[in-house]
Every structure is written in structure tokens, then in C-alpha cells.
């Protein structure tokens, strides 16, 4: 019989000590679904941590954007600006509700929304902007805040690859009218599944927490004046939370402590181009370690496949969004050229840099790209 070996992960959550006891107790105290105190707490702790006012727990990123966008009363007829390089989430959110994503490229160099183009994507019809950090390099929040106040268009931040980030020292999650997180398991604070929506505005905060519980009524429960879904996040899920923001800045610190070793050990490969260790706003939290191959040559699907031949889980890039099968069925971004977002996809690769990463695996991955690039 063979066995087959496990391959190093290209990510793996470290649960804090403290999760399986406060789990427990909620279990024990019986109050499982939404609504109980560690959705509380967990909302009031993250409030502190990202320096907000107002925070509602969902039941996941995704479903934290759609409630954002939903709150701000974005619907058909408007716009909404997108990354083209991120997450599916942020165009699926904004065409659930009817309105029309628009496809903004990104820097060569951070891989983030180009603030530069933004202007030249506004209409009378923009409502809004998602800006959604990278892999753990931030948005220029400040200038495109700026730009948007002036024009009263909204700015949603979409913090869910920021948690423990700051730009100058001002938390990420704290920029734009309203803020998302997601806690899925690869994210640097997680619930397993979880999300979370923040704002200082009490009247946005309070729709959103209607909308997340199906807008039951406030004098009569069963009479609904708006319509809402369940997005709520369980108890459980929230222990869950409480304990991993116990170790937070623990997981901050191994990945950031990951992607310097990883710099070290690839800088002088010439064949690669790796993401900047920091911007003027602050170091790289290194959520994900993304590297280019400069070598038109080079096949990053092949190569990915050879990557996994020696044991290692690598991970293609975001497909940009303007290049979505169903967003083009659907009208949206067909024949739209956004090089940046395509030059990265065409090129890039995610590295194993999971917080329970190892000094031998990490050395080994190192080495193995070095065999397999240069
Ligand atoms: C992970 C992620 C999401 C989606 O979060 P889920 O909890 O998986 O739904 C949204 N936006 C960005 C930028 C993400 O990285």
C-alpha cells in the first residue's frame, strides 16, 4: 500500500487554546443560533480593535458586502466600482442587488485599486466604491476617500485580507463610510465561517442589523415594512471569534515574520518579481505570499502542477473580475483591457504561508521555487 504524503498547505488556521473552552460554554449554556452574548462581545471587541463605532456580525464576507451595499440603498440603476483583481464577492454582491459592477485595474506593483483611474470610471450614476485590500498591502484609502466625499459617492472598505493592518497607524476597517470582514478559515481571525460589517453611523448600523435578521418588525415581530434575509452569525461562531482575537496579533506577527523569511531567501532570484515588503502606509501583513514569474515562457498552471509533484499546495491568482465568464453573460466587462490585473493572473503564484508554517517547510518551499523558476 502507498501512502499518500500531505502536502504543505498553502494555508492552515491555529485555533487559540482558549476555543475549545469558550465553545463549550456556549454549548453549555445552550444559546447556539444568532443573537446570544459572544455575538455581542465578539461585536464589541472588533469594534475596539478597528476603532468603530458600530459593528454587525454576518454570516460571512460575502454576505457582509451585500448588506453593506443593501444599507446604503444601492439597487438597480446604479454603479458601483470594483477591484478587477479580487474576490468574486464584490461584483456577485453588487449584481445580487441589481446594480452594475464597473471594473477598475489595479497597481503593478501593490496589486490594489489604481486610485488614479477611479475618477475616469465615475458617472452620474456611480454610487459607490469597494475597496478591498490586497493579500495584506492596503488601498490608498485617504486619497480615494477625498476623491469620493467630494463627489458624494460612497466608499466602502472591504477589509476582509486587513484584519491587525493599519495604514499610518489608523486600524483598516476604520476607513469609508462602512467596513467588511470576512473570518473563512484562511483569514488571519476566524469564526470558520463569519463576517462582519462596521460603520459610526448609528442609522446605517441599525439597518444593517435588520437587514441581517430578515427586518422583523420593530412594534409587531411578524410585520415587515423592508425586506431582509438571515445573515446572522451563530454563537458558536462567535466563541469562536472571542478566542481567536485572543491570538490575533500572534498570527499578525508569524506571517509578517513568513513573508520577511520568504524575502530573504528569494531576493536575488531574478526570475520572480515578489511583492513589495511595504508601501509608505505600512509594512506588508504578508496574508498571502503572491509571486510573479517574469519569464513569459513560463506556464503558472504547469508550474503549479510541479509545485505539487514535490509535495507543496500553491495557489493560482484572482481571475480578474472584467474577465468572469457569467459577468460577460452578463454584459458586464466584455472587452474591457485592464492589463495590470491580467499581467498578474497570467503570472502569479500564492505560496504556502499559513501561520502553523514551519521553518523547514517554509526553507523547503524557498528552495523548491529557486529549482523550479530561476
Ligand atoms: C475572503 C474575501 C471575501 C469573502 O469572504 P467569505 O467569508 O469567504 O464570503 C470578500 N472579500 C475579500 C477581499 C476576500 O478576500
Known amino acids: 500500500m502507498t501512502t499518500v504524503s500531505e502536502l ?79 474576490i468574486i464577492s464584490c461584483a456577485a454582491a453588487v449584481v445580487q442587488l441589481g446594480a452594475v ?53 460612497y466608499l466602502i472598505e472591504d477589509a476582509a485580507e486587513a484584519h491587525c493592518l493599519s495604514r499610518f497607524d489608523r486600524p483598516c476597517g476604520s476607513f469609508g463610510i462602512i467596513s467588511t470582514f ?17 460603520t459610526d453611523d448609528e442609522h446605517l448600523a441599525q439597518k444593517c442589523r435588520s437587514l441581517r435578521n430578515l427586518c422583523f418588525g420593530e412594534s409587531d415581530r411578524f410585520v415587515h415594512e423592508e425586506l431582509g434575509w438571515n445573515f446572522r452569525m451563530s454563537n458558536l461562531q462567535a466563541a469562536l471569534g472571542l ?4 491570538i490575533c496579533t500572534d498570527i499578525a506577527a508569524r506571517k509578517r515574520a513568513i513573508g520577511e523569511q520568504y524575502q530573504t531567501l528569494l531576493s536575488h532570484c531574478r526570475s520572480l518579481q515578489l511583492p513589495l515588503d511595504c508601501i509608505p502606509a505600512a509594512k506588508n501583513g504578508y496574508w498571502v505570499f503572491a509571486v510573479l514569474c517574469l519569464d513569459d515562457t513560463v506556464n503558472v498552471e504547469e508550474l503549479s502542477g510541479k509545485f505539487r509533484d514535490r509535495g507543496i499546495e500553491v495557489r493560482r491568482l484572482f481571475h480578474p473580475l472584467h474577465r468572469q465568464p457569467v459577468l460577460n453573460r452578463m454584459g458586464y466587462g466584455n472587452d474591457q483591457s485592464l492589463p495590470n490585473s491580467e499581467y498578474i493572473r497570467a503570472r502569479g503564484l500564492c505560496l504556502p504561508a499559513g501561520p502553523d508554517l514551519c521553518n523547514r517547510d517554509l526553507e523547503h518551499v524557498a528552495r523548491t521555487v529557486l529549482e523550479l523558476v530561476s
Open 182 to 198: 470576512s473570518f473563512y478559515a484562511n483569514k488571519l481571525i476566524t469564526t470558520g465561517e463569519g463576517g462582519m460589517v462596521l
Open 101 to 153: 459592477p464597473v471594473f477598475c485595474d489595479c497597481d503593478v506593483r501593490d496589486w490594489n485599486l489604481k486610485v488614479d483611474d477611479v475618477s475616469g470610471l465615475i458617472t452620474e450614476r456611480t454610487r459607490a466604491v469597494i475597496a478591498a485590500h490586497t493579500y495584506g498591502l492596503s488601498v490608498e484609502m485617504e486619497r480615494l476617500g477625498e476623491l469620493l466625499d467630494s463627489r458624494g459617492i
Open 8 to 86: 504543505i498547505p498553502i494555508s492552515r488556521p491555529i485555533l487559540s487554546p482558549n476555543a475549545k473552552n469558550l465553545v463549550s460554554r456556549c454549548i453549555e449554556e445552550g444559546w447556539i443560533s444568532g443573537d446570544g452574548k459572544y455575538v455581542k462581545a465578539f461585536e464589541e471587541s472588533y469594534c475596539k480593535l478597528v476603532n468603530r463605532k458600530f459593528a454587525v456580525a454576518v454570516s460571512n464576507g460575502s454576505n457582509a458586502l451585500v448588506v453593506a451595499l443593501k444599507a446604503l440603498g444601492i439597487g438597480p440603476g446604479d454603479e458601483v466600482i470594483v477591484p478587477a483583481f479580487t
Open 243 to 246: 478566542a481567536q482575537l485572543e
